[in-house]
């Protein structure tokens, strides 16, 4: 319930700073067309932030999983799992899920099934 919470109110604090926005003047040092939000650096890492980010939107999109608090770290493409699940069953949906987002070279699931 407390996740859920935490869900609403980031959510909402995102809405409001959203519609804040839509109404600014850009500035004179703008460029028109879609903002790119990947963070390149020469390693590769840059896109660590937006697989993350993936990761994360994935696992909210799933009905079996969205409730659960399950922590994400990438580095280089490589991502980590922690946190507890309820079931063996959701630590491999998790992994699989993982696996099949864009960007995600491997996968370390170090979920832990609640006893």
Request: proline fraction near 3%.
């Amino acid at each position: 319930m407390q996740t859920m919470k935490r869900s609403f109110i980031t959510l909402g604090v995102v809405l409001a700073g959203s519609l804040a926005l839509v109404n600014c003047d850009p500035g004179p040092n703008t460029q028109p067309g879609p903002i790119d939000l990947t963070v390149t650096t020469e390693d590769g890492s840059g896109d660590d932030a937006r697989i993350t980010t993936a990761v994360h939107t994935m696992l909210l999109a799933d009905i079996e999983l969205k409730h659960l608090t399950i922590a994400v770290e990438t580095r280089k493409g490589d991502v980590k799992l922690s946190g507890d699940v309820e079931t063996e069953a959701q630590r491999e949906h998790t992994g699989r899920i993982v696996a099949a987002t864009s960007g995600v070279h491997a996968v370390n699931n170090q979920l832990k099934v609640k006893k």
